[in-house]
């Protein structure tokens, strides 16, 4: 038996499940493969990022944010909190809720878009059939139209710390604990150990991050990532570089960690263990060797920029493809394609799409940092302001960071934003904005910024670049 489609999806994450509702929407008859069993046995929507990733993760940081106010900052204000306690079962439960409710919500536009949701695997076989195998029942063929390929990432295994029960734990079982750990260790300081990490270390967990390269946060401009470390530590999270994961065994419920730094062999015991050492393409079984896909020599599905890959009216999107490992990215991905499915010429612009490290302070950039516009040469200027000497800032006792921009010192064209500081994440979004009009450090020296406003300090680092900002002590010659 085989059924036809226009379009079939296979993999209902953000970039999946986007593409299949746009494709729908543009009045393509799409249906979406997705194998994805939550942990309650039942299939469910939204990928990594609704189930295991982005949404529980930003739930356990919000939550935990919230109590840490309680205990440590609310008293600046005069609010006296005593007896502040966290129940853990609650915020998990919390949690769950959350994605229930986000995962269901995909399940609903599908419906109310015309997207049929096919529960089991999909793989690509030549001449651009689709082997659907439900999770129960026997395996059809779909002829499809298009199709695209949007498998997503699984965490990466090392073979030094293989997974154990819930003590050893990779990303998921991380959003899991049920009690706050005494001792967390963290192997990787990537974006996901350092949300993780804090978490946890909100909740009185003594946490120590273990980092083989001795860079912090290597994508990060560099002066945005030393403020970022020194905030952390300053939190109490025992960060340290240089420091490889050579063995783990877990005894009596505990786990010796063991790890070589400049020093020598060393071992720390801790409660639990996250294994946060990044992502790789899930492309398992996804197709065959003759349907014409091919992987590029990291593994990653290859795609020209408009995701297609080698095979015409195949395409691939999201984790699976080269560029940042992000949700939103992904997403954007998913809709460009379904517009060129049907027909629309559309082109993501790569140059603008922002990252964000949900830590405290957030970390938040877009395009280029220093070091990059330094490695291409010497035509650049930066301008930078403090959240110290913002009123707005000040006013909620969130005085950490700063903004920081990089623009072209030829063209004045903004080239890169990068923040450290309360609402990092949201303030980025203007200047990505800016830059995809190809606006000029002048364009938002010019702009009027409420007051008192967390954006005044973007506005201010942008009067910095030419020595020009107003709430600065200090009477500087603009050199770059
Ligand atoms: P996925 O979301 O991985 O979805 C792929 C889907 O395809 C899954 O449901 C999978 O089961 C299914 N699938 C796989 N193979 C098959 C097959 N053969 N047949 C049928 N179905 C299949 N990104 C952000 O932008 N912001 C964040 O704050 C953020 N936080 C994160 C926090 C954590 C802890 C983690 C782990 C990730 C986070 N990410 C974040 C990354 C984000 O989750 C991913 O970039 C995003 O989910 C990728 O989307 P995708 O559609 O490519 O794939
Ligand atoms: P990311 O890919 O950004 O999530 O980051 C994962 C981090 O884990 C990287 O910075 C790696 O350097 C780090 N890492 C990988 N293997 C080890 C190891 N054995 N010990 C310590 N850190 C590691």
């Not at 949404?55 to 205990?71: C, F, G, M, N, V």
């Not at 809720?97 to 049929?116: H, R």
């Not at 460009?336 to 302070?361: F, K, R, W």
Request: glycine share 10%; proline share 4%.
């Amino acid at each position: 038996m085989s059924e036809n489609y226009d379009v079939v999806v296979i993999g209902g994450g953000p970039g999946g499940y986007a593409a299949a509702i746009k494709a729908a929407q543009l009045g393509l008859k799409t249906a979406c493969i997705d194998k994805y069993i939550n942990k309650n046995g039942k299939p469910a929507l939204g990928g990594t990022c609704a189930n295991v990733g982005c949404i529980p993760s930003k739930a356990l940081l919000d939550s935990t944010w919230k109590y840490h106010e309680a205990k440590e900052d609310f008293a600046v204000h005069g609010i006296s909190a005593e007896g502040v306690s966290m129940d853990v079962p609650a915020m998990i439960k919390r949690k769950d809720d959350i994605v229930e409710k986000q995962t269901g919500g995909v399940a609903m536009l599908f419906q109310a878009n015309g997207v049929t949701y096919l529960q089991g695997t999909g793989k690509l076989v030549a001449g651009k059939k689709v082997e659907f195998t439900p999770h129960e029942g026997d395996m059809q063929v779909l002829e499809a139209g298009s199709v695209v390929l949007a498998t997503g990432s699984e965490p990466i295994q090392i073979p030094v710390a293989p997974l154990h029960e819930d003590i050893v734990v990779d990303n998921s079982g991380a959003l899991e604990f049920t009690e706050v750990p005494k001792r967390l260790g963290v192997i990787g300081a990537g974006i996901i150990g350092l949300e993780l990490g804090s978490v946890w270390n909100r909740l009185g967990s003594e946490v120590v991050i273990l980092e083989a390269v001795d860079t912090f946060l290597p994508m990060v401009d560099k002066q945005v990532g030393k403020e970022l470390l020194k905030s952390l530590k300053k939190q109490g999270m025992d960060i340290r570089l240089s420091t490889r994961v050579t063995g783990s065994e877990v005894k009596d419920g505990e786990v010796i960690v063991s790890f070589s730094d400049d020093e020598g062999d060393k071992n720390i015991t801790v409660d639990k263990l996250i294994v946060a050492v990044g992502r790789r393409p899930y492309t398992e079984d996804l197709f065959t060797v003759d349907s014409g896909v091919n992987l590029d020599e990291r593994g990653f599905i290859f795609v020209n920029q408009s995701c297609q890959t080698d095979v015409p009216g195949v395409y691939a999107i999201g984790d699976i493809v080269r560029g940042p490992a992000l949700a939103h990215k992904a997403t954007e991905e998913g809709v460009m394609v379904a517009e060129i499915i049907a027909g629309h010429h559309t082109q993501l612009n790569y140059d603008c799409i922002p990252s964000v490290v949900y830590t405290h302070p957030e970390v938040a950039w877009v395009g280029m940092n220093e070091e990059q516009a330094k490695a291409e040469g010497d035509d650049y200027k930066t301008g930078m302001f403090a959240f110290m000497a913002n009123g707005r800032a000040v006013a909620a006792n969130e005085t950490t960071g700063f903004v920081k921009v990089v623009a072209d010192s030829k063209t004045d064209r903004i080239l890169g934003v990068h923040i450290v500081g309360p609402q990092a994440s949201e303030i980025t979004m203007q200047a990505v904005i800016a830059m995809e009009f190809g606006a000029s450090v002048e364009d938002l020296q010019m702009m009027v910024f409420a007051h008192p406003g967390l954006s005044e300090v973007l506005h201010e680092a942008m009067l910095d670049v030419d020595g020009k900002a107003i709430h600065s002590a200090k009477r500087r010659k603009k050199r770059r």
